[in-house]
Each structure stands twice: as C-alpha cells, then as structure tokens.
C-alpha cells in the first residue's frame, strides 16, 4: 500500500465488476477506504479488498438510476466510513447492449441508458458534493469513454451518454473549483473487462479499435487505475475539467 489516499475515502460507482472493481482495487491500495456501490459483486468486491488490503471496504447495492438509493449510497458511506472525498462515476450500461443501426434502438432501451449513464452521474455527484464540501475538498472521477470523440458507430446512445459525461464534467468542474473540488474525466478506449469477454460481437465490434492503437494489444481494466489513482490524488490537486485519454495511442488530442 502506497499511502497517497491514507485517510481518505472513496466510492466507485459500479466497483463490483470490471473496470470499477480495479479502481475500487487500486485505490483501496493507495490507502483509501472504499464503499463499492452496484447493483451485483459488491460483497464479493468488498471481500477482495478487505482480503488483500489494509483498507476498509463497504458493499452498498445501489441502482445509480434510483435517487432514493443514491441518497442512502452517500449518507451510508459517510456514516460507516466518516467521510466521502473521493466518487468515481462509473456504473453505466454498455456490456449488455445490442450492435445496432441508430433507427433500430428503442426507445426506452435509449432512456434506460441515459438514465443510468448520465441521470446516476448527477444524482451521485448532488449527494456526495456536499460531504466533500465538508471536508474541506474531493475528487469526482467521471468515466467516459473515447467512442465519442471518435464517432463509433452502432451504439448511438451509448456515445450520446459519454458525450454528456464529458459535458458535465466540464461544467460542474466551473461549478465546484471555488469548494476546491476537481471533476476530471477518464475516457479509456475499447476495454476487455469480463462482461465484455463474453459477447463475441463486442470483441470483433472493438478490433477496430485494437488495430488503430499505437500500442498493438488489447486494453484491460488494469491499464486504466493509475490514471484514476493520479487524478483521485494531491498530485492532480490544480487540474480539472480534464478528459484524459487512456486508450494505447487510438485517439490523440
């Protein structure tokens, strides 16, 4: 354990799985205490942690979607845990989605999406500001993606909803730097978590992605913790309003 977050207490949104799980992981290994927030894995998340760390580790199961959850995510976390400094915005709906043509998407597939990947990023970011306000100062990490910046094409309101990821963060970064809180970004490119190793679609969907690299090998949620165990640090204390790429050279800006 490093010890840059000792002290500190983190939740990630969406931890039981994937690319929030290694999050989770690593920031438990910088030293701070997490609560995992998701619908499933959380225990199992939690246990982990607790298992091959020193720090704290709270399971919570929380639909980002349901404002009544999220109120309980954050007023839990700080009880059990003392405080919320750090949130990362990662549960979204992405890995059970269908390739298809834009005119083939229903429409309440397209609200469940926006639903979960932007109403859950502003109802986390309303509970939580106000206890990182209290203490003084926080870190919001919100998972994007690099699908919009590149124009991706068959998941239309999947990138519709990253695209306003990258929107809010710019804005609420406005709206917090005066309460020393930093909102930044990470948009990793197409990445093999264990959910989408099981759609064989998705994994020749995303060889595009894989060919346009300037690292030629596959992206796994691995390569996308130090980014957030930077940003979620004092060494990232005067950026904000970032979208950091983390994608193996696909898009540079």
Not at 46 to 66: P, Q
Not at 75 to 87: C, F, K, N, V, Y
Not at 151 to 177: C, D, N, Q, W
Not at 228 to 233: K, Q
Request: net charge neutral.
């Amino acid at each position: 354990m490093s010890g840059r977050l000792a002290g500190r207490v983190a939740i990630v949104t969406g931890g039981g799985s994937g690319i929030g799980r290694a999050i989770a992981m690593r920031l438990a290994d910088d030293g701070a205490a997490v609560a995992i927030a998701d619908l499933k894995g959380a225990g199992e998340a939690a246990a982990e942690i607790a298992r091959s760390t020193d720090a704290k580790a709270l399971a919570l199961t929380v639909d980002v979607a349901n404002e009544t959850d999220v109120a309980r995510m954050a007023a839990d976390t700080a009880r059990q845990l003392g405080r919320i400094d750090i949130l990362v915005n990662n549960a979204a709906v992405f890995s059970s989605l269908d390739l298809r043509a834009f005119e083939k998407i229903e429409p309440a597939e397209w609200r469940k999406v926006m639903d979960v990947n932007t109403l859950g990023v502003f109802l986390c970011c309303r509970a939580c500001v106000p206890h990182m306000r209290n203490a003084g100062g926080g870190r919001i990490i919100n998972l994007a993606s690099g699908a919009p910046l590149k124009g991706v094409p068959f998941f239309l309101h999947y990138i519709a909803s990253k695209g306003a990821v990258i929107a809010m963060t710019r804005g609420l970064a406005r709206e917090l730097g005066g309460d020393r809180i930093t909102v930044n970004a990470l948009a990793p490119g197409f990445t093999v978590s264990e959910n989408i190793a099981r759609r064989p679609e998705h994994l020749q969907h995303g060889e595009a992605s894989l060919n346009s690299r300037a690292i030629k090998r596959e992206e796994l949620p691995a390569d996308i913790v130090g980014a957030a165990s930077f940003l979620a640090s004092d060494d990232a204390a005067f950026i904000t309003g970032q979208t950091l790429v983390v994608d193996g050279g696909s898009m540079m800006l």
